[in-house]
């Protein structure tokens, strides 16, 4: 999906005390996802990106990109319960053109959660043994079978153990007996940085980008006959929110005119439209398709926000949205949340 203009943002909540906060309008379903404000957990996050980012976007709680001095992030919330990744853009006045003004342009937010386990993340040789999967890190950045799976998943303590993520990914996918090697490319968005590398407050985990997994791609379909260590097809199964790292990574490969046409693209419960992703899988010459069964409430969210869906809810969800954004011109990002109703609440669908 092609970036939204800063002149498009919307005000995230109107204010006269500190810098103005700007939002991206196309963030409804990913606030919902991340922040749902229907409950006090939620609605105590949404005040604070609004107070926080006002007041201290530069200070030493943010995290700013390396060879981009105007481009930051901040964690909002509680590690424990409840905490979000907020990435932004600070506008100067000198620098205002083609935007809403000086203020905080907001463009991206992920949930963050916590790994008191030390899970590493990266890719992944899996392999079974006596009713387990054993993980081997691979260190090239090249896949090592024919299947790649995408994802990561957390419980109450954090990211879980990859063999327990293994299990999860086959059950979702509907196979369960799957007993072969396959590679495993474990991908937390709460350690991904939307394709830039930051300097932090504090010492972080390594950081996941969707240069890293398009590196992967490119260069497994770089391999040559020579190298013996190529497949005539290759599998790659994306769970969750792994969708969003997946359209990040496309769109490199996509840019770079790299043809991905061995590749072939089983998409499970995806936190982003199906259609974006299927789009760029098409572009770089690659097959999609959207596993029917097992659907989680945001990834219903989000295909409901699919402009591209023939389906009876997307089509309203997404009449609704441009309704709202034509017929005030002035109105905020969280007056455009609150008038989607219950569209832009998580269904209850499991």
């Not at 853009?89 to 963050?112: C, D, F, L, M, T």
């Not at 072939?264 to 098409?282: C, E, M, N, Q, T």
């Amino acid at each position: 999906m092609a970036a939204t203009p800063l002149n498009e943002y919307l005000v995230y909540l109107p204010s006269r005390d500190g810098r103005q906060v700007y939002i991206d309008p196309s963030l409804v379903p990913v606030f919902t996802e991340c922040v749902n404000p229907t409950n006090d957990a939620g609605r105590k996050i949404a005040n604070d990106i609004h107070h926080k980012l006002s007041s201290d976007a530069t200070g030493t709680q943010s995290g700013q990109a390396i060879g981009d001095a105007a481009e930051f992030y901040m964690d909002i919330g509680n590690i424990g319960e409840r905490c979000v990744r907020v990435f932004y853009r600070i506008v100067q006045a000198e620098s205002a053109q083609a935007s809403k003004g000086p203020g905080v342009y907001v463009h991206n937010i992920q949930r963050v959660l916590s790994n008191g386990r030390n899970v590493d993340v990266g890719l992944f040789h899996m392999k079974p043994l006596d009713r387990r999967w054993i993980e081997e890190p691979v260190r090239s950045s090249e896949l090592t079978t024919k299947v790649l799976r995408l994802g990561s998943m957390a419980d109450q303590s954090g990211l879980i153990q990859l063999n327990d993520l293994a299990n999860n990914m086959l059950k979702a996918s509907g196979q369960d007996s799957y007993k072969t090697d396959f590679n495993l490319y474990h991908c937390p968005l709460s350690v991904s940085d939307a394709g830039n590398e930051y300097s932090t407050p504090q010492v972080r985990q390594r950081v996941i980008s969707p240069s890293d997994l398009a590196e992967v791609l490119v260069k497994t379909a770089s391999l040559g006959e020579w190298s013996g260590r190529q497949y005539d097809a290759y599998t790659v199964y994306c769970y969750a929110d792994a969708s969003k790292l997946l359209e990040g990574a496309l769109a490199i490969a996509k840019q770079k005119n790299i043809s991905l046409e061995k590749f072939s693209f089983s998409i499970v419960a995806p936190y982003s439209p199906y259609s974006f992703i299927d789009k760029l899988a098409r572009d770089c010459g690659a097959t999609s398709k959207l596993e029917r069964g097992f659907m989680s409430s945001a990834s219903q969210l989000h295909q409901n926000f699919d402009p591209a869906s023939i389906n009876e809810s997307a089509i309203s969800t997404c009449k609704t949205y441009s309704d709202q954004l034509e017929t005030s011109s002035d109105i905020s990002f969280f007056e455009l949340w609150k008038g989607m109703g219950s569209a832009a609440h998580l269904p209850n669908v499991g």
